[in-house]
């Protein structure tokens, strides 16, 4: 079993981010999350923390290409769509995607 900050440190910089969550008390936490899936225009990270969750970050078609809308996903059906999107082959409904080798280490370390 692979630590997560050793995993972090050989991970490409454009395959992780890290995501800020105020909680009840107004405090702010940060956890690492992994590029799990990518199409054309969404990306898929899942998060580091004991409690993974799904979070997107979706291309603003306003011609602005670095702009960026963040969103959890509470929806298991909607990281399905997105994962299928990416497709396992590249290639799926027309939409070229790719499904990173990030997540063969999330499933290899629970």
């Not at 992780?16 to 054309?40: M, N, S």
């Not at 070229?96 to 629970?110: F, R, S």
């Amino acid at each position: 079993m692979i630590d997560p900050e050793t995993f972090l440190l050989h991970t490409p910089d454009a395959e992780k981010t890290v995501v800020y969550v105020h909680t009840p008390d107004g405090d702010i936490e940060q956890y690492a999350a992994l590029l799990v899936a990518q199409t054309r225009r969404r990306k898929l990270f899942i998060t580091l923390e004991a409690r993974r969750r799904y979070l997107t970050h979706t291309l603003v078609d306003d011609g602005q290409p670095d702009e960026v809308e963040q969103e959890f996903l509470d929806d298991y059906a909607e990281v399905e769509d997105l994962m299928e999107d990416a497709g396992l082959d590249g290639i799926h409904d027309g939409e070229q995607g790719i499904v990173y080798h990030n997540l063969l280490y999330l499933l290899m370390n629970p």
